[in-house]
């Protein structure tokens, strides 16, 4: 039998509410069954966890990670994909979406049924990063591999995979990028990424029912007084906003200037990390692109920015380094937006009953002591009592 866990003397935050409060938390049957002060813990059957002086909060969501712990997802084996999750939750990623990007359909596919065939609990989906992107906002994508948005081509790499695609990203202003949108609705979020879309083009994609700007910034049209871009039309919208807060993709700020543009709602802390994080300086691969790591910066030969080494951990504690915004909106970032945005929030996101336990407790330097997937304790750095 799963036995039960309690959480005890936790500072238990709330994304939801924007709020922080003494608490426990007890946990049965993979859900968070009670939130407050929980008397009776005389059962033999529970495990507890003193989170004195920690936060608790709902575990990280990811919407965008290539590989990590030395693996790449878009070569992994069903082995390599628990290697790398079981990296991610010493950083406090309890959900993520395996990102592949531009790729020949045939392989996209292979490694979709790899990941289908897994169906670890951590993994919420796919996120399809391309193969329908502009040539010159490419970054690191293979030329060779990029496709005009053309439905054939599209209905060929999702046909059997609409379940687990969860995100495409698309330059959606290319020809027959319309058609392209209006047949992802029915199946994933639609991205707008690696675009030269205007900023009049943008407003459209937003109106017709784009969902996500991908790591805003990075690979779209900037901003520009008199031609806002892509980057003005996503400042000017409510559309939901990904970003990769690691002092590299952005400027801190230029992460202030998001924050005090945009709802808290509608931005989504991304790592984009690549199979080097945690791995340190080096050549790896992103795909079938050579990737040199040097001083923590991931660059292709033609000196591009070719992903992260960032984990979410990391990225929640620059983002409150480098704005004003308090630790729950913060946390809101990396849990009840990206679960939002997958329409996950009536399960993952928040600390209440009836949730899934998806919890990452952690202490006032963002070290994470404790990450907890379905109930389970999937990392710890300390014990866990038994009575």
Same mark, same amino acid.
């Given at each position: 039998m799963h036995p039960s866990l309690i959480i005890q003397n936790g500072q238990v935050v709330s994304p939801k509410t924007g709020s922080i409060a003494r608490s426990d938390l007890f946990i049965r049957h993979h859900q968070i069954e009670q939130v407050g002060k929980i008397d009776d813990t005389s059962s033999k059957n529970t495990h507890f966890i003193n989170a004195e002086n920690l936060y608790v909060s709902p575990g990280f969501i990811d919407l965008q990670v290539n590989g990590g712990g030395g693996y790449d997802f878009l070569q992994a084996t069903s082995t390599e994909i628990d290697a790398i999750i079981n990296f991610y939750y010493q950083h406090g990623t309890t959900g993520l979406l395996p990102t592949l990007?531009?790729?020949?359909? +045939?392989?996209?596919?292979?490694?979709?049924?790899?990941?289908?065939?897994?169906?670890?609990? +951590?993994?919420?989906?796919?996120?399809?990063?391309?193969?329908?992107?502009?040539?010159?906002? @490419?970054?690191?994508?293979?030329?060779? $591999?990029?496709?005009?948005? !053309?439905?054939?081509?599209? @209905?060929?790499?999702?046909?059997?995979? #609409?379940?687990?695609? #969860?995100?495409?990203?698309?330059?959606?202003?290319?020809?027959?990028?319309?058609?392209?949108?209006?047949? /992802?609705?029915?199946?994933?979020?639609?991205?707008?990424g690696h675009s030269e879309a205007t900023y009049e083009q943008t407003i459209e994609f937003v109106n017709r029912g784009g969902r996500l700007m991908t790591h805003l910034f990075n690979a779209m049209t900037e901003l520009h007084h008199r031609q806002p871009g892509a980057v003005g039309a996503a400042l000017d919208t409510d559309v939901?906003? +990904?970003?990769?807060?690691?002092?590299? $993709?952005?400027?801190?700020? /230029?992460?202030?200037?998001?924050?005090? +543009?945009? !709802? /808290?709602?509608?931005?989504?802390?991304?790592?984009?990390?690549?199979?080097?994080?945690?791995?340190?300086?080096? *050549?790896?691969?992103?795909?079938?692109? *050579?990737?040199?790591?040097?001083?923590?910066?991931?660059?292709s030969d033609d000196q591009t920015l070719a992903g992260s080494l960032l984990t979410l951990d990391q990225a929640l504690k620059n983002l409150v380094s480098f704005t004003s915004i308090s630790l729950p909106d913060a946390v809101r970032t990396v849990t009840l937006n990206p679960a939002m945005l997958l329409g996950l929030d009536q399960r993952k996101g928040d600390l209440q009953a009836g949730f899934d336990a998806d919890i990452v407790i952690f202490d006032q330097d963002f070290n994470v002591h404790y990450t907890i997937v379905m109930g389970k304790v999937v990392y710890s750095r300390e014990t866990v009592n038994t009575p």
């Open positions: 990007i531009t790729n020949p359909i +045939s392989h996209l596919r292979k490694i979709m049924d790899v990941i289908k065939q897994k169906n670890h609990p +951590s993994v919420l989906g796919v996120h399809l990063e391309g193969p329908f992107i502009a040539e010159s906002k @490419r970054g690191t994508h293979n030329l060779n $591999h990029i496709l005009k948005p !053309d439905l054939d081509p599209l @209905r060929s790499l999702i046909d059997g995979f #609409q379940d687990l695609i #969860q995100v495409i990203s698309f330059a959606a202003e290319q020809p027959g990028g319309w058609e392209l949108l209006d047949e /992802i609705k029915k199946i994933a979020i639609p991205a707008l939901m906003v +990904s970003l990769i807060v690691d002092a590299i $993709h952005l400027h801190p700020a /230029i992460v202030r200037l998001v924050v005090e +543009s945009k !709802d /808290i709602k509608n931005i989504c802390l991304v790592t984009d990390a690549i199979s080097a994080a945690g791995m340190g300086d080096g *050549t790896w691969s992103l795909g079938d692109v *050579t990737v040199n790591v040097e001083n923590g910066i991931a660059k």
